[in-house]
């Protein structure tokens, strides 16, 4: 399935909404609010939404009619549509809101380089061609930036979320390289409680260890 970036052609908003909520129609009106002053539009203000508004969102409007989802997982399950549509917005407001994203010294820069730079896609940009990262203003991109995107870019790939982003970096793996060579135990244990299921951890694990033979085969 192809990847999603943030420059997709987009459905109209309401479509989209009904699409995301599965026809909650208490849900999308209460969306279309907070969107009328958050420039509703192009939907890219939901990224700003924390898992816990989306759960107190849903204990105020309730479930999709039949939908078999608890709340809680209904919730979740918006938190990840949100942000696997809009992966770079989603990313600006883990870094700006000081989430455990942002908290990472290795990506120090990556929040006000997002904000100066509007147009940026973490999926698509080629993070090679650094000179497209140059501003007229400050010059070049530091090596420190241009490292953290590439960082950020190669976890993305590998299908990962933020929060299980911040979770592998804060355990100190930077790449699929990283994550495939590990020990399925040793991994498990060092990410015990930041990302769960353990379920989860084994399957970025699998994927990481998929992506790196495809990488090999392509050598």
Same mark, same amino acid.
């Given at each position: 399935?192809?990847?999603?970036?943030?420059? &997709? !052609?987009? !459905?109209?908003? #309401?479509?989209r909404l009904e699409t995301l909520t599965h026809g909650n129609v208490a849900l999308? $009106? $209460?969306?279309?609010? @907070? /969107?009328? %002053?958050?420039?509703f539009g192009s939907l890219k203000f939901l990224a700003a939404i924390r898992a816990a508004e989306w759960l107190e969102l849903v204990q105020t409007h309730g479930t999709p009619e039949g939908s078999p989802l608890t709340p809680a997982e209904y $919730?979740?399950?918006?938190?990840?549509?949100? !942000? =696997? =549509?809009?992966?770079? +917005?989603?990313? +600006? *407001?883990h870094l700006a809101d000081r989430r455990r994203l942002g908290q990472i010294p290795a990506l120090k820069g990556v929040a006000r380089f997002l904000w100066d730079h509007p147009g940026f896609d973490i999926v698509t940009a080629n993070l090679n061609a650094t000179t497209r990262l140059a501003d007229?203003? #400050? /010059?070049? *991109?530091?090596?420190q930036l241009v490292a953290g995107l590439r960082t950020l870019q190669r976890l993305y790939e590998l299908g990962a979320t933020w929060d299980e982003t911040a979770a592998l970096l804060d355990a100190g793996y930077h790449s699929a390289a990283d994550i495939a060579a590990a020990d399925s135990t040793e991994l498990t244990m060092r990410l015990a409680g930041r990302i769960k299921p353990e379920q989860r951890i084994l399957a970025l694990h699998h994927r990481a =260890? &998929?992506? =790196? %033979?495809? *990488?090999? @085969?392509? %050598?």
């Open positions: 399935m192809a990847k999603t970036s943030d420059t &997709t !052609e987009p !459905e109209k908003p #309401s479509s999308i $009106a $209460a969306l279309r609010r @907070r /969107g009328a %002053k958050d420039s $919730a979740a399950a918006l938190a990840a549509n949100v !942000e =696997q =549509q809009f992966p770079t +917005a989603s990313l +600006a *407001a007229p203003r #400050s /010059g070049p *991109a530091s090596p =260890q &998929t992506l =790196q %033979k495809a *990488a090999s @085969r392509r %050598k």
